[in-house]
């Protein structure tokens, strides 16, 4: 993402939230190498220092800021901070409640014209459920295919809700 603004010569800063402890699908070792990626010392996960030697590596020092918080607690700052963001973009928790929690905490936050992004839609029905609640109760479209989704703020078409399918058709 820093890559792409930079290409298209927007003045961005991506504000990083996330614990870097880890989901229960680390924990749990649900794909291969996930809880190796941990890097549990003592216990304790080192995550952070594999995403900040990623920034380093890939030279975004410049535009990114981590804020290693709950991504409920971030929500706060960032409201208290006055910072409205025209991106969001949403891959934390992937059980329904948590993942309905952040969109409606992080929709409230979003600038007017902002969008809402969201990962894992469709792959995991956790994140999916709470994107089509979501919308729902906003009545706002949301579009959808194999593992993102989005929901803008700003007028776009129809208001109508589009949910994507497993086989890409929308329903
Ligand atoms: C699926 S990983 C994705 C991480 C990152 N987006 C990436 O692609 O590398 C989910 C991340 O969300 C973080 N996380 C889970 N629940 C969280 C919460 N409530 N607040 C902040 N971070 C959370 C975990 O620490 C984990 O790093």
Redesign the pocket.
Known sequence: MAALTKALGLDTVII????????P??YLGRGEGWRESLLLRHGY?H?YFT?LSNVIRHDHVDCIVPLP??????AYILKEKGIKPDLV?I????EEE?AYR?IKAYWELLSPDGVLIG??YLSWEGVTRAAQRFAVEVQRPIVGTWGKFAISRGEVGEPSITFATRSGQAS
């Open positions: 990083c939230v996330d614990t870097w402890l880890g989901s699908e680390h996960p995550l995403f918080s709950t991504s409920e607690n971030a973009y891959d934390a928790a992937h948590p952040d990962d894992d």
